[in-house]
């Protein structure tokens, strides 16, 4: 039997379908529930996501490569807005298929623009209708179902939840079908294209996330320092940056706990993830307009080739 084979011998399918869709939509909680595992970190709060990241569902039917992107949004000027825009479009043109994630109950202008931009899609587009077990009257689906359908020609249109893994097979059924056939695009054992350091990186940004979100909506950003393996124990530095001397006392706290409370949180999950100890020491610096500087920016490895 080949890669391009199940076990009864039917055809293979392999390819890239893109998660996209406004801030906050569920796209990287959706995409860790297929996997069954974290590859992509989810906060409440909007525009947590700010690579491009692949999640690689090994299926004995298919191998769907999805495509994580940030939020498609409007208002944010600075350098990070704009990187993360590119970074969300730019996976529009790249890809087999497209997913197209909204919210059930509650259509945004932010939704009717990430709309837009689909008018010029090659690919086949399916749309997700997420948190759809928040619909307390079930009967509001269908009507919703078929405006939706109205909006756009969609392959079709699929409700879900992505926080209890709900209808999640009814949508891999559907993207399945709209992707091509052929040989598997990755080796069958691998999960995503980002390697331990970038994980680390996103998992103590995602614990700053969620203990300081309102203090720091988007002034953070993580730097590794270092990452060493000493057989199953990883010695982990890093720098958390920030804008301004006040953020600063802020990540660090009253006598540094602050700070220590996102180490461990953020060790925690690393071990979880690799399976291993971590040690793991933070420094909490400030480099004033990071967010705004694209050459800052690309040094902390936000650009399009990674």
Known sequence: MTETDTAAGAAFAAGFVALVGRPNVGKSTLLNAVLGQKVSIATRKPQTTRHRILGIHQRDDAQIVYVDTPGLHEGGRRAMNRYMN???????????????????????????????????????????????????????????????????PFAAVVPVS?????????????????????PALFPRDQVTDRDERFMATELIR?????????????????????????????RIA???????????????????????????????????WLGG??????????????SDDARLLKSLGYSADQ
């Open 86 to 152: 590119e970074a969300a479009a730019s996976a529009l043109g790249d890809v087999d298929v497209v997913v197209f994630m909204i919210e059930a109950g509650r259509w945004t202008e932010d939704d009717e623009r990430v709309l837009q931009r689909l008018q010029a899609v090659k690919a086949p587009v399916v749309a997700v209708i997420n948190k759809a077990d928040r619909l307390r009257d079930k009967n509001r689906l269908l009507p919703e179902i078929e405006a939706l359908s109205a909006r756009y």
């Open 162 to 182: 992505a926080l209890k893994s709900d209808k999640l097979d009814a949508l891999e059924a559907a993207l399945i079908e709209a992707l091509p056939q052929g």
């Open 206 to 234: 995602e614990q700053l996330t969620l203990m300081l979100g309102d203090e720091l909506p988007y002034a953070s950003t993580v730097e590794i320092e270092a990452f060493e393996q000493e057989g199953q124990l990883r």
């Open 238 to 272: 890093a720098i958390i940056w920030v804008e301004r001397v006040g953020q600063r006392r802020i990540v660090i706290g009253e006598g540094g706990e602050q700070t220590k409370r996102i180490g461990a949180a953020a060790r925690r999950q690393m071990e979880h």
């Open 277 to 290: 100890r971590v040690y793991l020491k933070l420094w909490v610096k400030v480099r004033e307009g990071w």
